[in-house]
Structure formats: C-alpha cells, structure tokens
C-alpha cells in the first residue's frame, strides 16, 4: 500500500461523517489532538483522536485503527452513560470493560466490522508496553488490559500474579455477558469494578501510565510480524468471532476502495478526478457538505431487514388470485394478491434520480430514499452506479453520482446531498445523454426516481422503449405527501412505458415495495 500523508481536514470530514452515523446523533463533532489520546467527552457531544502520525503501521494500516477507533467511540455514543477518566485504575478498568459490552452491542448491528475490529486488536496488542517496562502495581492493571482485551500477554508475570490476571479476567467476561444478556447499563457494570480491583489486589486510585508504543511511530511491521500476531489474535477471539481468514483481516479489501477515493479525492481539484462518462455528464462538488441530513436509519435499516429476509431464497410476488390481499397494489392497478415464489437477483443496476422542480417540496425524501437503496446495494454487494439530473445556468446536467467501478461511501453520499432541485424534467434528453453509457455497461436494471411528469412524455416513452431493446428492464419509483398523490404518480408512469412502477406516501412503506425491484 502506497505510503502517503493524509491532511487532518479530510480526516476529519469523513471521521465526522461515520462517528455521526455510526452513533445516529448529528451533532457530535470530531476533532485530532497530538496531545491527548482517542477519547469521548459526552457532555461535550465531542470525540478527540489521535492522529495518523501518531500509530503504528503504514498509512493504510493507519487509517484502518484510525477508522475502527471513530467506530467504538460512536458504540460508547450510542451505549454509554459515562466514560471515566483513564488516569486511574477504576476508571481504566471501567472503560475497559465497557468497551468489550460496546463491542458485543455495536457489532449486532455493524457485522461488516469483525475483520477490522479483529485487525485493530493485533496493532492494539503490537503498541501496548512489555510488562517489565510497566513499573509497580499499574503492571497488574496493564497485564489485566492485555489479557483482557486480546487474550495474550507481552512478557512474563511470577505464576500467582498470572493466576489473579486470569481470575480477573473470568469474573470481567461473566458480568459483561450478563450486562449484555439482561441489557444492564454502565452504571450496573460500575458496581462490579471493586471486585475486579480486588483480585488484581490493586488500589482502586492507582495511577495509570499512558500507554506509548513500544516501537517508533510511523515505523512499518514486517507483514510476517504482522500476520504472526494477527493469526495469535484471531485465535483467542474465535470464541467471540468464530473461525476468520486471517489473510482477509490483513489485506483489508472492504475499507481499500473508501481509502483510495480519500487518497484520489485530495489529489484533485473540485470537479476533477472522475472521469466524465459521456458529453453532458458532470461529476458534482463534494466539498463541504453534510450529507447526514439524508441518512434515514430507520429506512435503511428497515430495508435491511427486508433484503436479509428475502436473501433467503423466497419472495412475494402479486398474482391475480391468491389468500393475500395488497390494497395499495390494487389501487395501483397491479394484480391485488401476492404469494411465495423463489427468486434470484440481478446484479447490475443503474439508479437515476429527477431532481427537477417539480420534486422539490419532497427532495430530501427522494434523496433518503436513493441514499437508502444505495446503503442496502452495497450490503448485498451489488454492482450499481447512481446518476441525478437537475438544470443549472438554464442547461439541463446529468450528474455522475457514483460510478459502477467504485463503492458507495460517503463522498458519494456528498455529491448525492449536493445536488439542488431545479429547472423543469427533460427526462428523455437525460436518458439521450445517458444512452452510451448504458449501451456499453448494459445493466440488468435501469430504475428512475421521478413524479411521473416528464416535459415530452412522449420521447420518454420512445426513449423507454430503445433502452428496454438492450435487454435493460426499466423501473421507476415516485414518492407522494400522501396517498392521492401517490396514487397518481402510479399511475402517471404506468403510462411511460416501464416494465414496473411503484409509488409510495411514507418512507417507511418503500421496504415493502422495493423487493420487487431486484428480482427476476
């Protein structure tokens, strides 16, 4: 991996971005201090990190721990009453097993996280001190630490200071999984920290050391040292994590592509980098916008559900007879009964989103919903690019939101947030502009966010038509304030020439909708 300095200020816009929606608050603000270590101050709705220069490792190495720690000060966000200072051996001891409950907690919900929470481990276990450097009593709490979080130990202890390490150990993992097990909080698990001093046979007020690394920051590990401890690390968590590939860990393949863009997008200037697909395509600003004010975690979470139940190997599909009756389905014209079939799923899909005027009361709408189906395609590891169209200086733009060769993330939920509702919806000049990209890439599926009001309903039509004899199923989705409305979205695209249409009112109905979308 490329070694390279990343500036603070990009570090700090897409560490903002994902301890915001990691812990589901949008007013927590992040910043990088050289002079304290990786901390939540929660009265100050505030996380402090320890910036790049200061771990172990290459700069993708770096950015990994850097990005894995911004994860578990969202989960103490979201999970934690209090955190205690680490000065002292309550508190440290505290904190230290809060981290463990936050852990179990936060990877209920972010299963993505294992091989990155398994690959900090090993660089946790790397930086932490040989025993015989900790001096006193604070070797006791040090050991606890180690042992504690990665199941090994860095040095040697005499055999009955072992012995209470391991007992201390055994009586912290039970009251964590009983705080898991009957959802007890940190003031619960507060209650049981004297026990734990009182095996280490420690003083609760004990100063803690800072921990510093015991090899010169900055400085790379061999990759065998590194698999070594990586290989050490997955074995004593295979309780928790079951069996991992070890070399999956190492190479990091998920976060490489969320690395890389944060690498491109440094080099460029605003509207560089991307290449322009076609004549009339443009790649918008990402650059100072918040785009959390489109993330609808009750929506993607909701289609999440959704999708994981329908992975399973069945789906609903309408029927003109059946047990079953959809309502809304019959108000929309479509066969009113649904039943169980088996499905499969396609893998190519190009999104676009109308952002004319006529969209404009309900753009954040469309937008979380187009946010939220990305968020859920890249979970299914589907291939997909997103594009939007608005006008700008009296010209109509297509705008190249997310390419098909490069994951979602959040610069491209940026560039989704950036764009403005306006002008009038040439929807067919748009498909025109778009129509050698989709005769090259020849995706399954074609869907299109719109009201159903083209300016020329007409071409649309002709258009729909030319892009359905590629072999590309077209469907569109509209969004309505309310049923009526809803209702005659329905039906306005019914009349454009797609292969499946739907329309909803609520949000929160689109999970019960879009299932269809994917299927064959």
Known sequence: MQSLELPNESLLEITTFLVRRWSEKDNINVEISENIDTRTRLNENRVILTPLEKRIGDTFQKYRQLRTAVWYEAMRIKFCKKILSNDHAFGFILNTIETKRVEELGRKIWRGMDEEIIFNYAFLLISRPQLQTVYGKARMVEAFYQYFM?????GELPSNNFEKIRKADEFAKKIVDRAIR???DTEWLEKHVSEIIKILDIDSLLSIPISLPFMKAGMPLSEQELQKVVKIVAKNKEGDFGAMDSKAILSGEQIKDEY???????????????????????VPSSKNIDETKI????????????????RTGWKEQHVRT?????????????EPFFSDFKKSIKTKIVILLDHSSSISSDAVGYKKATLALCEVLS???VQFSVYAFSTENRAVVCWSIKPDNVKWNNISAKRLAKIVANGSTPLAEVYDKMFGVLQSKRPDIFLTLTDGEPSDPEAVRKMTKSLKSLGITMVAMGLGPNTVRATTIANNLSHLGYEKTMAVSRLKDIPSKVIRILEK
């Open 182 to 184: 009957e959802n007890y």
């Open 379 to 381: 979970f299914l590891k």
């Open 150 to 154: 990665s199941g090994a130990i860095k």
């Open 295 to 310: 993330y609808d975690l009750s929506l993607i979470n909701g289609l999440k559900t959704k999708f994981r139940e329908w």
């Open 322 to 334: 059946g047990e079953e009756f959809d309502e809304e389905n019959f108000i929309e014209g479509h």
């Open 260 to 282: 890389n863009i944060l690498v491109e997008e440094n080099k460029k200037t605003d509207n560089k980098g991307l290449a322009k697909e076609a004549i009339g395509i443009q």
